[in-house]
């Protein structure tokens, strides 16, 4: 996996999350995640993103690519991953749920 930085995102609690940016492309070992689709676009030498999905897994080797909605993921332009580690599932999905209320996702509407 190639680190390209971090992010923070603020749930609707409140909250603050410190995910980890990946390209899209990489291959992700089997771990539990909260994961956001990203569009990541360079300006003024920084990282911007427009946030796509957010979504939640117990094996980021698999879900975060070969999701239902890739669909949605190509045609918003995703190339990155933001991830956030956590193996409980219940903490997992209340993250996942705080973030999705923080921020209006084009592919979460679906």
Do not use: W
């Amino acid at each position: 996996m190639s680190k390209l930085g971090t992010i923070t995102l603020t749930g609707e609690s409140g909250k603050k999350y410190e995910f980890a940016i990946y390209p899209r492309s990489d291959s992700f070992k089997a771990l539990g995640a909260v994961y956001v689709q990203s569009k990541r676009e360079i300006q003024d030498g920084k990282g911007v993103h427009t946030f796509i999905y957010v979504g939640e897994t117990g094996d980021l080797s698999d879900r975060p690519l070969n999701h239902h909605r890739k669909a949605c993921f190509d045609r918003e332009g995703s190339n990155s991953v933001l991830l956030y580690l956590e193996s409980d599932k219940t903490k997992r999905l209340d993250i996942e749920t705080d973030i999705r209320n923080g921020y209006d996702m084009p592919c979460n509407r679906q």
